[in-house]
């Protein structure tokens, strides 16, 4: 068995099936989706007044959800469903068709239910999402680089915050299970795809529905509220805030279809062999990440249809003059809140928990300590939730218990740590780019944990919350781990999902820069938060002034950090050295396929035998 | 030479092989970064916050940053521990095209999973100790002094605080407290939420439409405070601030006379 000989074998081209499905496209999904849009809308028109902002409100978001319909239809996701309500289903052809079986690069643009196409387009949708996040960071900081620069006005400046904050939340969640968990995962676990491959296309182009809708925020006034959204400011806000609700209901149908899905595959389609302690630790994190996304985004849907019932059919949920509360808002938010945290967090420490063995040469250490850390976490992560509220007035008497929960997270936390370093410990840890995060994530996730427990603690959080200080904190846990766990996992798996080693000059100098920076950025940030810096605002006192340009240089460093990272993604994925078939060495499935991945994955189903950390020198 | 054998044969005590683990030279080299990296942590904990937190002007505030340098104290020796490992597999570390020969092959090490377990639950049990005294302390202080507190009513606005003082029948702009005398902060809002925030007192509270949210503290140095809102609410969150006096007694009483209220 070749390499050859794939490449033969996937690049045969069955005759397309002559039917509706090949026809369409992302093409034909933007033209139904913009008609589908464009009719709501002048029916709203003609139906409701727009002078009023409830009406206003109504047609925006009807016409909101209208695209999201419209595309999904155009695009074909609803053939197959329609196909069985007539009791009948798609032919194989058909089947193969939407496979992708060689159809070469037009398949990323359709309705691809090979979980290795979408793998990649969330690999490029993530991508996009964090640059254009990213861009918004880099605006947000120019601002703040002097007190009163006024670089942009104070509504462009929350617009920004917002947009920023739930660009790169969205981004975050999808980051490590959405291109590798969809990608790697199935091959990981020597399953032929997903459990449920339409579902799986679903997941994906409903998300990318949503984009446009974030995106057209901007032309609707924006997102003034943070990511946070609270009621009643976001009853207040203007257009813009409809299509946050839009997103965040889109989003969160995405991420539970991606999310049964994924435990599903895991559950149910592992080679044979792979007993629960063979499974690799990645895809375990992965499991208990989209799991724990289970339970908490329905909360965060719940939050938003009744901020969007408030908006465009007048009921009163969040309003206190008609005995609402705004913090049943907060509540429903946080319930999702802070367990999403630690679905952002997981992934990321299990990519590098993937990656310390095969770059150390040493077995993980403690698989159990690492599996019983992350069920800790999720288990304790939904009895946190109101630590985010010690301070809004509810109930203080509540706050000790939930300090107490709150502060027993640092011991799964711990297990995390002790798992890594027993693991390099006595290694000779070969110093290629996926290792140096698990490096990062170390220094990282230490300072995040260790602010994080300051602000569990009510009387400094009496202090510190809503200040700089909280931003820097979270920025550590959430990029300075999570992401770091996700860039590892990408110069780690790049080989085997575009066939080309990661260029490694321009990815040490990115990983450098952007760390470096890093550090600089969030360090400037704690000191503003430790000065009292309240955070999201868009002017400060020139008390703050020394911190904040420190903050702007570290941003800049970052955003060039990044941009290198980008080039080097782009280019390596163009030009970059062809990549052997396992070039790291590694003993997990996925290294023992060849690239271009067979359609199926495997010419005979695997058969696992150990677990994959069988390294070192003695294995007994 | 057969006593040598003899000894060696014999299979360690679980004590020898404590002390021989320490005398191994990776242990050892490790021992001395955590020492070194326990330090810096201590010292930045000392100098950092003290440096950059504004004046404390109420135990409330004290009470907030030394739980904050104290906790940085007492998590130096876990840093300092975590990053001298991380370190120290630098010393070790490989470059090249090809994988390193294999490295250590131990799967699991259970006294030193336990060992780890027991001491970060210590230090977290330490932390919540810490942390519901310093919180039960400071609630104790307010209900001590709820009878004699000095009742401010804060009103939060977009985009301005006003500060009412029903006792003294005051309403101002500008927040002024008599030093050394317990006052209860009676929080609202008349529109979105908002966050009492004044900084050098070290209290907190959210202002929401329609509920009063409650805030104590005793002023207890003379000078300015910042009064800020912690939580977005609008336009103009970045211009909602004021400042506020913490002024001698009779000071205070000037400026309520002044104000056209009555002194109690």
Known sequence: MTTLDHAKVSESRPNPPKSLITKLNMGTGMIVGIVFAEVTYFWGKSMWDRQEAVMENRILTLSMFAWCIGFLIGIGAFIGPFRWLIGKDLTDEEQLFLAGKGQGVSRYFRYCTDHKVVGIQYLVGVMVMLGAGGTMAMMIRTNLITPGSKWVNAEIYNSLVGLHGITMIVAMIIVSTGPFGNFILPIMIGARDMAFPRLNALSWWLLFTAIPVLCSAWFFGGIPTGWTAYAPLSVQAGAGMNAFIVTIIIFAISSAIAGANITTTVVAMRAKGMKWNR??????????????AIPAFPSFMASQMMAGFDRTIGTHFYDAEFGGSGWLYAHLFWIMGHPEVYVILIPGVAILMEIAPVFARSPLFSYTTAVVGFAGIVGLSVLVWAHHMYISGWMPSLNGPFMVTTEMISIPTGLLFLVLLGTIWRG?????????????????????GITGIYLSDVPADDYLHGSMFVTAHFH??????????????????????TGRMLDERSGYISFWTVQIGFQVLFLGMFAAGSQGQPRRVADYEQAFATSDLISTIGAYL???????????VVHSWRKGKIAPMNPWGAKTLEWTVPYPIYLENFHEAPVVTSDPYGYGRSEK | MSDQHEVTDLAPTPGERFRNAFN???????MVFGVIITAFFVLLGLWFYPKFMPEIMSENMKRGKDVIVYFTVISAPIAGLVIAVALYTLLNRHHGENP??????????TPIVFAWTVVSAIFCIVAIVWGLTEMNVNSEDATANAKSALVVEVTGSQWVWTFNYPELGVQSEQLNLPLDRAVEFRVHSVDVNHSFWPVQLGVKVDANDRVTTLAHTTPNVLGTIDIKCAELCGLYHAYMETQGKVMKEADFNNWVTAQGGHVA
């Open chain 1, 279 to 292: 499974v690799p630790i990645f895809v375990i994190g992965a499991t208990m990440s989209v799991a724990l």
């Open chain 1, 428 to 448: 000779r840890p070969w110093m290629k780019l996926p290792m140096l995060g698990v490096y990062a994530l170390i220094w990282n996730f230490l300072i995040g």
């Open chain 1, 476 to 497: 550590y846990t959430l990029m300075g781990a999570a992401l770091t766990g996700a860039i590892a996992g990408l110069a780690y798996w790049f080989p085997k999902m």
């Open chain 1, 558 to 568: 970052v955003g060039i950090g990044m941009i290198v990272l980008l080039y080097s």
């Open chain 2, 24 to 30: 191994s030279r990776d242990v050892k080299i490790t």
């Open chain 2, 100 to 109: 390193p020969e294999e490295g250590a092959s131990f799967r699991t090490h």
